[in-house]
């Protein structure tokens, strides 16, 4: 592995990005080198270009060097997709203009570094939703959000990025600006080429603009935190707020009730919604443009369930602070780490199976580790996607194997997916293979090949193709 880079690359990065602070090196590139959720590396240098113009010099300069190139937007991906040791990292936070809000079309033309909550809230200004949301909106950046065709808590109505994207822009390895920027709704002219972008964590092209699709601002809000007695009852609390709301669920968040003990007591800032215990709570949200109205219709549609016995207690937000402190307790997951050491985890299931993987995924821990097991379960139960965080008293390689293969091991025997929403990256790379089959896995190799003939974009994440 390269260690430092030939000067005279130096030289031509410099002359390709020619800002103060476009190219850095050594102390400087270090400084950049830090995230609070990935593992980062010591890159070689972190350039940081302005324009497209200068992102396509730049990998013009490194595929012509055989220098890999390591795309960063906010590093607040959960695989570790943004490691960079040896390579050059490109960071996109200087791109972050908002070019154009449609108010009429209802789309956004962005820069690929623009701060997902910077786009909501301009679109906002406009009266529309950009309807991705996550924790880690304040951070998150648009190209990294489709790089990973992020999901987060309103999956359930609006879809995952994928879904939102209409038109990008991405430059190749060598180069090559594809500037697919399409406004239209409808467009089966040819091969959908967004959608290599879309979810390939910057291993086939670097994104450097986009055109989200908006919707219309919701004026009303309702939420509430509700206690639920058995898992049997949550796919069918589910339905029922599905159907009776005709359309406007859009959060159905599910907490185990380890989850929520953590979230709830010291030192976590949260407290407990509901006053007495229950082995699952979920937190329910839906959206529409009528507050009385629709207030009025989501107590009803509760009190229902409740009749139903689908659910056992439920607290209302009465206000903006109340949403805002269930909300908070559902995205406090860096309480899980009191009990490190953990490894987090991020499934999908069919529904009906997540109550028995879950158990058998406990029992096995337990087997393995008696007395030192713990597992912690949250998620975005209405998408089929569980995140575990599991502990078993230590953090080594072995262990971490081992726990995989239990934890993956009990999705792929049910036809499930080793990621739902987080990626590859290099967390899961040698586990790829257990969602995906060797003919899936082909043709992934040949797309790499193709459009990234000297392996330097994001070599060694998602897919490899060195053997
Ligand atoms: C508190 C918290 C909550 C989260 N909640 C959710 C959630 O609910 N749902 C969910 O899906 N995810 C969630 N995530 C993880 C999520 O994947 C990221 O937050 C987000 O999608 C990544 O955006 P980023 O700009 O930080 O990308 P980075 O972390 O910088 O990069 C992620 C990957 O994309 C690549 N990449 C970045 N920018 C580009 C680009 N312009 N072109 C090509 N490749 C690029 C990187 O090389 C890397 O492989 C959460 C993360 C945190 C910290």
């Not at 449609?102 to 910077?118: H, K, N, P, S, Y």
């Not at 559902?330 to 028995?356: C, H, K």
Request: aromatic share 6%; charged share 20%.
């Amino acid at each position: 592995m390269m260690t430092e880079l030939p000067a005279d690359l130096v030289e031509a990065l410099a002359q390709a990005v020619p800002a103060v602070g476009g190219v850095l090196l050594g102390e400087a590139a270090k400084e950049k080198a830090v995230s609070d959720w990935s593992r980062v590396g010591t890159p070689l240098a972190v350039v940081r270009p302005s324009s497209t113009s200068e992102v396509s010099a730049a990998l013009k300069l490194c595929n012509e060097a055989r220098i890999p190139v390591t795309a960063w937007g906010g590093k607040t991906g959960l695989v570790h997709g943004i490691f960079s040791d040896g390579h050059i990292a490109l960071s996109l936070e200087r791109m972050a203009a908002i070019e154009e809000v449609d108010a009429i079309g209802g789309t956004i033309t962005v820069e690929a570094g623009c701060i997902l909550q910077t786009a909501a809230e301009a679109a906002e200004r406009e009266g529309l939703l950009l309807p991705l949301d996550l924790g880690a909106r304040g951070s998150a950046m648009i190209g990294g959000v489709i790089a990973t065709n992020a999901g987060g808590n309103r999956v359930i109505r609006y879809g995952m990025v994928r879904e939102m994207v209409l038109g990008l822009e991405a430059v190749l390895a060598d180069g090559t600006v594809v500037s697919s920027m399409n406004h239209l709704i409808k467009n089966n002219a040819g091969y959908d080429l967004k959608q290599l972008f879309i979810g390939s964590e910057g291993t086939l092209g670097i994104v450097t603009r986009a055109v989200l699709r908006l919707k219309p601002l919701p004026t009303s809000q309702d939420t509430a935190f509700v206690g639920v007695e058995s898992f049997e009852h949550l796919p069918r609390l589910l339905r029922h707020m599905e159907q009776r709301l005709s359309g406007s669920l859009s959060a159905y968040e599910v907490m185990w009730s380890d989850f929520y003990d953590l979230v709830t007591a010291p030192p976590a800032l949260g407290r407990a919604p509901l006053e007495g215990r229950h082995p699952y709570y979920v937190l329910i949200e839906a959206q529409g443009q009528d507050q009385q109205a629709d207030s009025e219709r989501f107590e009803a549609v509760l009190m229902e369930a409740f009749e139903k016995d689908l659910l056992a207690d439920a607290a209302l937000a009465k206000s903006q602070a109340e949403r805002n402190a269930m909300w908070e307790l559902r995205d406090d997951i860096g309480q899980t780490a009191r009990n490190w050491p953990i490894f987090t985890y991020d499934v999908s299931l069919r529904l009906g199976d997540m109550e028995d993987y879950v158990a058998s995924v406990r029992t096995a821990l337990e087997a393995a580790w008696p007395g030192k097991a713990t597992l912690t379960v949250f998620g975005h139960l209405g998408d089929g996607n569980l995140h575990l965080v599991a502990g078993v008293g230590a953090r080594d390689k072995a262990t971490k194997k081992a726990l995989n293969d239990i934890i993956y091991g009990e999705v792929t025997r049910r036809g499930g997916s080793i990621s739902a929403e987080h990626g590859i990256g290099l967390e899961k790379q040698a586990w790829l293979g257990w969602s995906r089959n060797a003919e899936e896995l082909q043709l992934m190799r040949l797309l790499k090949r193709t459009l990234d003939p000297a392996n330097i974009l994001n070599p060694g994440k998602v897919v490899t193709v060195e053997e």
